[in-house]
């Protein structure tokens, strides 16, 4: 009898057949194809094609998407400009947050204004940002730069005030330069804050190039999603948005990338 499995138990091939799904690359592959499914079955049947285009129209109209006139350029308008607004935001952000952190009379003078300029709704100030800048690169690199710099100066200026005092004095006492403390002591307690902070800025960098290509531009991404949102182009439209988010993954990856080689150093 002893070769006859208790009842309610699982035999142990079937717990090892069992055991894969207990993975969590499992899990979130079998959650994507249940949002693709359900996202195919909505578009088919239940929503409108000129609203709404599923996974396998979406798929099958990214070809076609680089044979419309001006889309490349724009596909590469948009990198540029997004790259140099999140670049900017880094320069600007980096050592205001840092001085901010290390600086009390500064943070007390300086910040309550910061907080000032954070509260205004950006999307108010793009037609100042357009009336000065243009409908160029120039208004699209600035407005996305209004939406990245404050992360970066939050969390920068937060990780310098919840520095090591001991380590900043240890270095002080050993005759250590400026240069020495930063590169030695401060960057690597603010490194995982400030990757934290430009993940954030690149998500805001995106969200204002793309918003000002909307309202105030005739080229880039943002442009042509107004124009197949406005043609009822669903499937070019998804196709767009799934090409933009892509970039967007791309970039992000190649942040984290960045961090897990600082912080092999």
Not at 142 to 148: D, I
Not at 211 to 222: F, V
Not at 239 to 247: D, E, G, K, N, Y
């Amino acid at each position: 009898m002893s070769g006859i499995p208790a009842i309610g138990r699982v035999s142990e091939p079937s717990a090892l057949r069992l055991s894969w799904l207990k993975k969590p690359g499992v899990g979130r592959l079998l959650a994507v194809i249940l949002v693709l499914a359900l996202w195919e079955a909505a578009a088919r049947w239940m929503v409108d094609p000129r609203f709404l285009a599923g996974p396998s129209a979406m798929f099958a109209a990214i070809p076609g998407l680089f044979q419309v006139r001006g889309l490349p350029a724009a596909l590469a308008t948009t990198l540029g400009e997004l790259v140099a607004s999140f670049g900017l935001s880094v320069l600007i952000g980096a050592p205001l947050g840092l001085w901010l952190g290390l600086s009390i009379r500064s943070r007390r003078r300086v910040l309550p204004i910061i907080l000032l300029l954070y509260a205004v709704p950006q999307v108010t100030i793009l037609p100042l940002i357009v009336m000065i800048f243009g409908i160029g690169a120039a208004s699209k690199i600035a407005f996305g730069v209004t939406h990245a710099v404050f992360p970066i100066v939050f969390t920068i200026s937060a990780a310098a005030q919840n520095l090591d005092r001991v380590l900043l004095n240890f270095a002080h006492l050993h005759g250590a330069t400026r240069r020495q403390t930063l590169r030695h002591v401060i960057l690597p307690q603010i490194a995982p804050t400030f990757f934290s902070g430009m993940r954030l800025a690149m998500v805001g960098a995106i969200l204002g190039v793309l918003l000002a290509e909307l309202y105030a531009s005739s080229g880039g991404i943002g442009a042509f999603t107004r124009i197949f949102s406005d043609t009822f182009q669903a499937a070019n439209l998804f196709a767009l948005v799934f090409l933009l988010s892509a970039m967007a993954v791309c970039l992000n990856e190649a942040l984290r990338f960045a961090e897990a080689r600082f912080q092999r150093r």
